[in-house]
């Protein structure tokens, strides 16, 4: 038998570790994005008493399209012209509202200081008037 050392990493070393690149800042944004929009559209049907199955039929999308949206799949994102049929069916309507950060600099320019490659990051961009 041979004597193997277990060198386990405590998961907050890793996450320390990797908020330190723009890489996994980029990623963790966009996924933070995708779910909330998932709480937004889930919320808002719940609040409509409408099923997934419902809301699908109205807005003209498929009922699995709806399930996904609300898990925050990002692997089969859906167009915001989708996102705004569904809100609109909901009773509200999507506004588009870019405002840069403060004390940040473009993602991609401090990407290639640091020597990493990009994601495809999508930044919150929208929230329906009224839940601002």
């Known amino acids: 038998m041979t004597n193997m050392t277990n060198k386990s990493v405590r998961l907050e070393a890793i996450l320390a570790r990797e908020r ?3 890489a996994f800042l980029l990623a963790f944004d966009e ?18 008493g409408l099923s997934q199955a419902d809301l699908a039929k109205k807005a003209g999308v498929s009922q699995p ?6 898990k925050g799949d990002s ?12 809100l609109r069916v909901l009773g509200y309507t999507m506004l588009l509202r870019v405002q840069k950060e403060k004390g940040k600099r473009a993602a991609s ?11 495809s990051a999508k930044k919150p961009l929208f929230l329906p008037s009224g839940l601002r």
């Open 20 to 22: 330190k690149t723009a």
């Open 31 to 48: 996924h933070r994005f995708y779910l909330q929009i998932a709480h937004l559209v889930s919320d808002l049907r719940g609040r409509a």
């Open 109 to 119: 320019s401090f990407l290639k200081r640091q020597g990493e490659s990009s994601c």
């Open 75 to 86: 692997s089969r994102t859906p167009t915001f012209d989708t996102i705004f049929r569904i």
């Open 65 to 70: 399209m709806i399930a996904r949206l609300e």
